[in-house]
Nanobody
Framework: QVQLVESGGGLVQPGGSLRLSCAAS????????MGWYRQAPGKERELVAS???????KYTDSVKGRFTISRDNAKNTVYLQMNTLKPEDTAVYLC??????????????WGKGTLVTVSS
């Protein structure tokens, strides 16, 4: 029905940068909000950043000033620019979208995740 595909993960040194992308496709009428979660081994999944269709962003405290979330509503795509990366940012990053489908259902969808590893 709706698919989310992430890209942009990889291995980066501390202090480096990565840009994650998440493209939504399928039976989409509109997307109310999109966000990035992350899950590291031994830790609970946490919401890193989110953005509404109107462009209002929110961030968890640990990434404020380093990460920037943005979106292209025309492309149903959300981005996460990650700067000054730290080893503690290492995690699987998962895209989430709150979608109104073409059948008028409101549902959350998840991507499969992309691995970000910050290590020297």
């Amino acid at each position: 029905q709706v698919q989310l595909v992430e890209s942009g993960g990889g291995l980066v040194q501390p202090g480096g940068s990565l840009r994650l992308s998440c493209a939504a496709s399928g039976s989409i009428f509109s997307i109310n909000a999109m966000g990035w979660y992350r899950q590291a081994p031994g830790k609970e999944r946490e919401l890193v950043a989110s953005i509404t269709s109107g462009g209002s962003p929110k961030y968890t405290d640990s990434v404020k000033g380093r990460f920037t979330i943005s979106r292209d509503n025309a492309k149903n795509t959300v981005y996460l620019q990650m700067n000054t990366l730290k080893p503690e940012d290492t995690a699987v990053y998962l895209c989430n979208a709150l979608v109104v489908t073409t059948s008028a259902a409101l549902r959350n969808y998840w991507g499969k995740g992309t691995l970000v590893t910050v290590s020297s």
